[in-house]
C-alpha cells in the first residue's frame, strides 16, 4: 500500500518569519538530521514542509508519501522527526502540548481526493 499524506497546520502570519527561519534550519534539500531518521525507516519515500500565508492567516502544509497507510504514515514521520517537528511547531506559535504528536498529525491530515480516486480505479 503506498499512501500520499498532507497535513495543514493553521498559525497566526505574524508567525510566519520565525516559522520560516525554523524550515531554513531543516534544510533544503533537507539535512542529514531530518534525512537520516527518514532513511532508516525506508519506508517514507518524499517528505516536504511548506509555510504560506494568505488573507485568512497561514497554514504549515506538510506532504509525504509512504509505503503504509494514511496513519501509519504519519506516525512514522512523528517518531522519526519527533524534536525537529516540535521544534517547528513551536516556530508557528503552535504548541502541541501533552498530545501524543503522531495524533496531532492525524488530527490535521486532509483527505486526499486524489488517493481517493486511486482507490476506486
Same mark, same amino acid.
Given at each position: 500500500? $503506498?499512501?500520499?499524506? !498532507?497535513?495543514?497546520?493553521?498559525?497566526?502570519? %505574524?508567525?510566519?518569519?520565525? &516559522?520560516?527561519?525554523? &524550515?531554513?534550519?531543516?534544510? #533544503?534539500?533537507?539535512?542529514?538530521? +531530518?534525512?537520516?531518521?527518514? %532513511?532508516? *525507516?525506508?519506508?517514507?519515500?518524499? +517528505? !516536504?514542509? #511548506?509555510?504560506?500565508? *494568505? /488573507?485568512?492567516?497561514?497554514?504549515?502544509?506538510? =506532504?509525504?508519501?509512504? *509505503?503504509?497507510? =494514511?496513519?501509519? !504514515?504519519?506516525?512514522?514521520?512523528?517518531? @522519526?522527526?519527533?524534536?525537529? &517537528?516540535? =521544534? !517547528?511547531?513551536? @516556530?508557528?506559535? $503552535? *504548541?502541541?502540548? /501533552?498530545?501524543?504528536?503522531?495524533?496531532?498529525? #492525524?488530527?490535521?491530515?486532509? #483527505?486526499?481526493? &486524489?488517493?481517493?480516486?486511486?482507490?476506486?480505479?
Amino acid at each position: 500500500m $503506498t499512501s500520499f499524506v !498532507t497535513i495543514a497546520i493553521p498559525f497566526a502570519a %505574524d508567525r510566519l518569519g520565525p &516559522l520560516q527561519a525554523a &524550515l531554513d534550519r531543516l534544510g #533544503n534539500p533537507a539535512s542529514v538530521a +531530518m534525512r537520516a531518521p527518514l %532513511d532508516a *525507516d525506508g519506508s517514507i519515500h518524499f +517528505m !516536504t514542509l #511548506n509555510a504560506f500565508v *494568505d /488573507e485568512g492567516g497561514g497554514h504549515l502544509l506538510l =506532504e509525504a508519501t509512504g *509505503d503504509h497507510s =494514511e496513519a501509519e !504514515t504519519v506516525a512514522r514521520i512523528a517518531r @522519526a522527526l519527533r524534536e525537529p &517537528l516540535i =521544534e !517547528t511547531l513551536a @516556530a508557528s506559535g $503552535t *504548541d502541541v502540548g /501533552e498530545a501524543d504528536l503522531s495524533s496531532f498529525l #492525524n488530527q490535521r491530515r486532509l #483527505n486526499s481526493a &486524489l488517493a481517493g480516486s486511486r482507490r476506486r480505479g
